[in-house]
């Protein structure tokens, strides 16, 4: 056995959470299972970890069907996967060591054995840990791509941003006003918009929880949207496309009030993208991996400069992973959605 | 007066139609009228033109409502627009003579006073003046735009195109196999299908008055489509966006299906743009007449080579516009819908 193994899997417990069923429509908890699992060795090139911080993301809601999707379905009875924040306990990888702080794909476990290739070290003097999993990590890179491939915001333009204080489109309000934008964002409840109001400063908020879709928009965008980061879809969807400006982008990130649908409501009638030369464009965030360091080399320099400010909603415990994806998934949480698994070295 | 003045004006008749009501969903003969108008002298900077083909083309049935669009809607009892090959008669500018074939925005008139600058001179020997309006003009350009901009299919894709007899249409297919494309075109009818399989040489072609969108589409294109090319709308989009491939691009140009509406049909739910990494993307070619030259560089020599094939469907007489326009709503112009309003120097 290598030097550095400790004697944590000698107690054999590793406790997980696993998909027992797929949901029909909303999730509910009795779709998952908390179980002990085994602790799997690190074999050579693999890293074991203990899990610090563990991201919840609405994407994981696809993931929990059977049907093709961009990410493979859960399988069931095995661990759900998602995006970790750990320490190294055991490494067979040489650019890795006990004690390292790293982000990785994982599951939802407290420790995870993955490939040391997916393992990225991580600088707790450079920002608080758990914001590998938002702000500095994939929800952020979503936002960033998202616009700099899309949505392309201009000074002067009006771009309107929903899910505006969840863990992409906090940083996509906050990257469009650093273009020079005038931001919009559309958000649930009054400590949401209170957020966005007095935070962020966004030069117009709206509460989807009071305010009529098309009603809130000509308000707050009296000459017409040009790029709308899309998060949620429906309604608001519908009356964003409909005061679109002529060469609006529309950038297609989630369409998170969809996600528990067992049918797809209709869209808007295309003529428009005619008429208004539009764009509409998806992405997913895993094709653009490869672009995390150009992203962090912007947004960490933004972070620590006070100008780019976030939300963590953090549960403590992995056992109080279910309810807290299901409450993400009707927009509970407040912020980038984290469950905190174990404890954090770091954090004071 | 000017030495190139002739006496044709002494006559003072010029015939045209004039747009007489607005219709209600599908236009009729009765929202149309034929008047005798004047001849206006051109003044400085304007040339007079014998209006030799009148081009009818979809776009023209958003030009009869009262709503914004991209194209100003035509005035009531005013001659309606429409782009025309002529012969100059009278010049009020240095770069035409009289004598000159020559393409200009005009009227439903058999004379049309224009602005100089926006007369564009012919070779009658580099292709059939009547091409200036279709394969050759603005709809070829729309063809080439709506590829080089948003379909850009590769060698080996699979590309769909909606109303492949069209004057659109047909070119796209061309170019599309020009790329190195998979070409499957739908059009309306054994005719047109006919036409589709045996000239150009199509790789699977559909008649969608006899065959159903969705078992069409998967039979013709069993790897699913990586541009679709859209001249109609209606079930045949549904359909194709259902089977659009990972990457895929909607090159939104037309939806003639649809134009006649009096309420517009929904749309498809647009979380598979995400899933699926679409972009559906409009445009109006009005944007890009910069790039006339650009294509025409490229499609004449191809037209000349006998690799530009090209279909006319030719009404004679002024009078036959308004059946012609509101045929070709319907579908019942087998290929480009010209309108011969005056006789062709160049004709054999």
């Not at 929990?64 to 990888?93: F, H, K, T």
């Not at 969807?237 to 369409?255: I, K, S």
């Not at 972070?303 to 807290?324: F, I, Q, S």
């Amino acid at each position: 056995m290598p030097a550095e193994t400790t004697d944590f899997r000698s107690n054999d417990r590793n406790r997980q959470i696993v998909l027992k069923r797929r949901p029909h429509g909303a999730p509910v908890p009795e779709d998952f299972e908390a179980n002990d699992g085994r602790i799997d060795a690190p074999q050579e090139g693999q890293v074991l970890m203990r899990t610090i911080y563990l991201s919840l993301d609405p994407y994981m809601r696809g993931r929990m069907n059977d049907g093709p999707s961009y990410a493979a379905p859960w399988g069931l009875g095995e661990p759900c996967q998602g995006r970790i924040v750990g320490e190294v306990v055991e490494s067979r990888d040489s650019r890795f060591r006990p004690g390292d702080l790293a982000f990785s794909m994982g599951r939802f476990q407290q420790y995870c054995t993955v490939p040391a290739d997916g393992v990225r070290k991580l600088d707790p003097a450079a920002a608080p840990l758990s914001t590998a999993l938002g702000t500095l990590g994939f929800p952020g890179l979503t936002a960033y791509v998202g616009l700099a491939n899309i949505g392309q915001p201009k000074a002067g333009e009006t771009v309107v941003v929903s899910a505006a204080t969840g863990a992409v489109g906090a940083v996509a309000c906050q990257l469009a006003q650093a273009a020079g934008a005038r931001v919009v964002g559309i958000a649930g409840g009054e400590r949401k918009c209170a957020w966005l109001r007095d935070t962020l400063k966004l030069d117009a908020v709206i509460d989807h929880k009071v305010e009529e879709p098309g009603l809130a928009l000509d308000r707050s965008c009296p000459e017409g949207i040009d790029v709308y980061f899309e998060n949620v879809g429906g309604a608001w969807q519908d009356a964003a496309f409909a005061r679109m400006r002529t060469f609006g982008r529309m950038v297609m990130c989630g369409m998170i009030s969809g996600y528990n649908d067992t049918q797809a409501r209709p869209g808007p009638n295309l003529v428009q993208t005619i008429v208004r030369r539009l764009r509409i464009e998806g992405f997913v965030v895993g094709d653009h991996a490869h672009r995390m360091q150009e992203f962090l080399d912007r947004a960490i320099p933004l972070l620590k400069a006070g100008r780019l400010h976030y939300l963590e909603d953090v549960v403590d415990g992995l056992e109080a992973a279910p309810a807290a994806l299901i409450g993400l998934l009707e927009g509970r949480n407040f912020g980038k959605q984290v469950v905190k698994v174990g404890s954090d070295p770091t954090a004071s």
